[in-house]
């Protein structure tokens, strides 16, 4: 797929790499795989977090992330969602101060680790804790750049206004799965493993349609 560098990735998603849709929402396979079912969810929509999201969409939000980790789960076993929110979506959009370029969208992972202690060692009492997603939603309307972690249960767990480095949770995951050298996408491509992902994908679905 071509693309202007003025435009968003997000708003023209690459059809090849969507698997699933419902509504507003979408996700796709997601370059720069840290381990194979790498995703990204976003949000047909322009808006620039999860956290943003008017209130009548997130228990629809919340179901679709449900069907994303049932099927991901399926194939790979547990499931993480990630949020750097309220940042913008890529480096090129951040250094020309773009609006344009805050577009939501949550990293999935299928994976069980446990990323809290780490957002803990480097945030502290910056870190809040929450049920689910829709707890965080209403209660995390006001705050500014945030980094969110949901586990394999579902728990939240919100830095609350936080300045970070650049694929924090990408750099997280990859050191733990003992391949740091997949963290920065733009060096680490991943097309076996987004491929692998691929092929996984359309034989699980075409298997639940027959």
């Known amino acids: 797929m071509h693309r202007r560098n003025n435009e968003c990735f997000l708003c023209h998603p ?3 790499l969507v698997y699933l849709r419902n509504g507003q929402f979408y996700t796709m396979l997601g370059i720069g795989a840290v381990l194979e079912g790498y995703s990204v969810l976003s949000i047909n929509s322009h808006i620039r977090s999860f956290f943003d999201i008017p209130l009548d ?3 629809q939000f919340q179901d679709f992330r449900y069907q994303v980790r049932r099927l991901l789960s399926e194939i790979y076993g547990p499931v993480i969602i990630t949020e750097h929110g309220r940042v913008p979506a890529s480096d090129f959009y951040q250094a020309n101060h ?3 370029c805050y577009h939501a969208h949550q990293l999935v ?3 069980d680790i446990d990323l809290v202690p ?3 060692e480097s945030y502290g009492d910056k870190v809040m804790a929450y049920s689910d997603f829709i707890e965080a939603r209403k209660l995390c309307d006001s705050i500014g750049e945030y980094l969110c972690y949901e586990n394999v249960d579902g728990a939240c767990y919100v830095a609350h206004d936080v300045k ?3 694929q924090f949770f990408r750099f997280l995951v990859a050191e733990k799965i003992g391949f740091p ?3 920065d996408w733009r060096k680490w ?3 076996d493993l987004v491929n692998s992902a691929k092929d996984k994908l359309r034989r699980k679905t075409f298997s639940d349609v027959s």
């Open 164 to 166: 970070y480095k650049r």
């Open 118 to 120: 780490d957002l803990k």
């Open 109 to 111: 992972f299928p994976i």
């Open 98 to 100: 773009s609006l344009h």
């Open 57 to 59: 969409q997130v228990e």
């Open 189 to 191: 491509q991943g097309w």
């Open 181 to 183: 050298n997949r963290a």
């Open 14 to 16: 690459d059809s090849d």
